[in-house]
T-cell receptor
Framework: GQNIDQPTEMTATEGAIVQINCTYQ??????LFWYQQHAGEAPTFLSY????GLEEKGRFSSFLSRSKGYSYLLLKELQMKDSASYLC???????????FGDGTTLTVKP | NAGVMQNPRHLVRRRGQEARLRCSPM?????VYWYRQLPEEGLKFMVY????????ESGMPKERFSAEFPKEGPSILRIQQVVRGDSAAYFC????????????FGPGTRLTVT
């Protein structure tokens, strides 16, 4: 099975940088995803890491260390619209099933 | 190109009734995934289907829940004899055959059992 841990809540200031951590223990691993979910809406895909290292995409970056079972999502130049829940998910070896963490609710303050 | 469509968006059922949730994947996508999200919680995997096949149903409750993805038409998640604990948001996601890691989510169906 999979066990995924991420902080429940975080608060940051507009324009700042925030790092959301995710640790996982898995019986199989085929990639790690980050999704953004605004209240009452569907999750939207942010990033996918399958190899160790940093993937940068605009203001968002995602890092993976498979040996440590650790990932983080880095958000730069925070905007008010970044206030949302950020979900970390690990994909099983069979490339179908993904296990999600409970999400980190990020609040961006002026 | 229309995204993943789910209907209804909101569904209210009394205890003991049946709930049918529909999901039309994105055009060209042949893989469908169903997830359930309870309030203040993350998404929980329920079932993974391809056309006419259930690939992984390890997240489905053993009783009252079933899913199908027929050759023609949308994928259906059926919940029989609903109970209050079934109240949740049910999300469907789809992915293309050639890049199964790209999951695109629908807007969800919010089921309320009274």
């Amino acid at each position: 099975g999979q066990n995924i841990d991420q902080p429940t809540e975080m608060t940051a200031t507009e324009g700042a940088i925030v790092q959301i951590n995710c640790t996982y223990q898995t019986s199989g691993f085929n990639g790690l995803f980050w999704y953004q979910q605004h209240a009452g809406e569907a999750p939207t895909f942010l990033s996918y890491n399958v190899l160790d290292g940093l993937e940068e995409k605009g203001r968002f970056s995602s890092f993976l260390s498979r040996s440590k079972g650790y990932s983080y999502l880095l958000l730069k130049e925070l905007q008010m619209k970044d206030s949302a829940s950020y979900l970390c998910a690990v994909r099983d070896l069979n490339a179908g099933k993904s296990t999600f963490g409970d999400g980190t609710t990020l609040t961006v303050k002026p | 190109n229309a995204g993943v469509m789910q209907n209804p968006r909101h569904l209210v059922r009394r205890r003991g009734q049946e709930a049918r949730l529909r999901c039309s994947p994105m055009k060209g996508h042949s893989h469908v995934y169903w997830y359930r999200q309870l309030p203040e919680e993350g998404l929980k995997f329920m079932v993974y289907l391809q056309k006419e096949n259930i690939i992984d149903e390890s997240g489905m409750p053993k009783e009252r829940f079933s899913a199908e993805f027929p050759k023609e038409g949308p994928s259906i998640l059926r919940i029989q004899q609903v109970v209050r604990g079934d109240s949740a948001a049910y999300f469907c996601a789809s992915s293309p055959q050639t890049a199964s890691y790209e999951q695109y989510f629908g807007p969800g169906t919010r089921l309320t059992v009274t």
